[in-house]
């Protein structure tokens, strides 16, 4: 498969530079265009950083994602789960077709309901989540979806390990 | 002569029109060779970026590549360039047949130079540097062009080794006043740095003029090297070249974060 190798720090653009402090593979693939990587990382930092929604459910979201785009990237990288909440249990469950029912709450079994909807056909995917979630939430799950679809979509074309 | 100046303003806009050349300098930052990849800067795209120049307040231009007049279509680039700014074109003076300079005649009204590089009064001694049979095509051209009533500079590349004494009295011998010869130092990238060549060059020796080239905008003309055939992005700006305002954004904010000091060399 054809590889665009990441870009380490000191070759890569002066912009970029700031951002890959942190060795992630994001952005050390984004530093090949350094105005994509400077609007990019921001708003993945917003995205899944602390929202209204908790730590917990916004990584079910982010996993159950990753894992029905079969982004293995993004299900190894969250898959690790640490300060999340999430149990190793409930971990191995949101990585199976069926996720077990007793492991999760209302909100939580909606939100997996949606995830797999979305990835399906994203029309009409929030009706299971109207009884659970305010508008307000709602959008900052379609968004968290959304940026975790990219994100795998990226990983998965580029190969990111 | 000018030796080492002083740091240039963001005032010139360059472009990199292509990347291949007819030579294949020993201390060429940008590898550039007949079979080079060419990284050609489309004619129409040129012009574009040149319109919005003027509009951002850029004050001239400059042309570099491997060699620009390898591109058929570079008199008519200059032409375009001249007639909104001032133009400087950098050329290795080797091409310039009858044919040639009789098209770059139109180039006489305007505010543009060609600035031909020239790197020792010695035929030998340029020519081990530069390529065989450089040295005689560039003795021929200067007074063609400057018969043409288009102004002429000299570009030197030297080392510790370099008779200027000889060479000022060259580019005098033809009328070319010191004022019109630039020397700068052979900086190690590219080839150069592939041949134990020159004197290392940090972010803040390069000048501060941004540079277009067809993978994107980059800090100076001495910025998109290639080693190895890699073109070096580590002063890159942006991928996006229009509109304008991106790149120069990008190296606004770049000089604002960088610790600047008065750039050591001078492309023109």
């Known amino acids: ?161 | 002569m000018i030796a080492e100046s002083t740091r240039a303003t963001r005032g010139r806009l360059w472009f990199y029109t292509n990347y291949h050349c007819n030579l294949e300098c020993r201390y060429c930052l940008t590898e550039s060779r007949p079979d080079a990849p060419r990284r050609s800067l489309d004619r129409e795209l040129i012009e574009t970026i040149a319109t919005e120049a003027v509009e951002l307040g850029f004050d001239s231009f400059g042309v570099t590549s491997g060699e620009p007049f390898l591109r058929t279509d570079m008199p008519e680039i200059l032409e375009s360039l001249g007639t909104r700014l001032p133009t400087v074109v950098l050329t290795n003076g080797t091409l310039f047949t009858p044919r040639l300079l009789d098209r770059l005649t139109l180039l006489a009204k305007l505010p543009v130079a060609m600035q031909i590089s020239l790197d020792s009064a010695e035929p030998d001694v340029n020519d081990a540097m530069r390529g065989a049979g450089g040295f005689a095509k560039i003795r021929a051209a200067i007074p063609a062009l400057i018969a043409r009533g288009i102004r002429v500079r000299i570009g030197t590349t030297a080392d510790e080794g370099t008779n200027l004494v000889s060479l000022c009295e060259l580019h005098r011998s033809f009328g070319i006043s010191d004022d019109d010869h630039v020397v700068r130092p052979i900086i190690r990238r590219g080839r150069a740095n592939t041949n134990g060549l020159g004197i290392e060059a940090a972010f803040e020796d390069l000048p501060a003029e941004m540079t277009i080239t067809a993978e994107g905008a980059f800090w100076s003309p001495a910025a998109p090297t290639v080693q190895n055939d890699r073109l070096d992005i580590s002063y890159l700006l942006s991928r996006t070249v229009l509109p304008l305002d991106v790149p120069v954004d990008a190296m606004a904010r770049v000089g604002s974060e960088q610790p600047l000091r008065e750039g050591a060399f001078r492309v023109t």
Do not use: W
Not at chain 1, 53 to 65: F, M, N, S
Not at chain 1, 67 to 90: F, K, M, P, W
Not at chain 1, 105 to 132: W, Y
């Open chain 1, 1 to 161: 498969m054809t590889k665009i190798p990441p870009l380490t720090l000191d070759r890569s653009p002066l912009l970029a530079r700031p951002y890959l402090q942190s060795a992630s593979p994001l952005a050390a693939m984004l530093a090949h265009v350094p105005e994509l990587l400077e609007a990019t990382m921001p708003f993945v930092s917003v995205v899944l950083g602390p929202s209204q929604l908790g730590e917990r459910l916004k990584h079910l979201v982010v996993l159950r994602t990753s894992v029905c785009n079969a982004c293995r990237y993004c299900t190894r990288v969250y898959s690790e789960g640490g300060g999340s909440g999430l149990s190793a249990d409930d971990i191995a469950s949101i990585r199976t077709p069926q996720p077990l029912a007793t492991l999760f709450n209302e909100r939580e079994r909606a939100a997996l309901a949606f995830v797999d909807r979305f990835c399906a056909q994203p029309s009409g995917s929030i009706e299971s989540l109207r009884a659970h979630f305010r508008d307000d939430e709602i959008v900052a799950l379609v968004t968290i979806a959304g940026a975790t679809d990219f994100l795998n979509r990226f990983a998965t074309a580029l190969g990111l390990e």
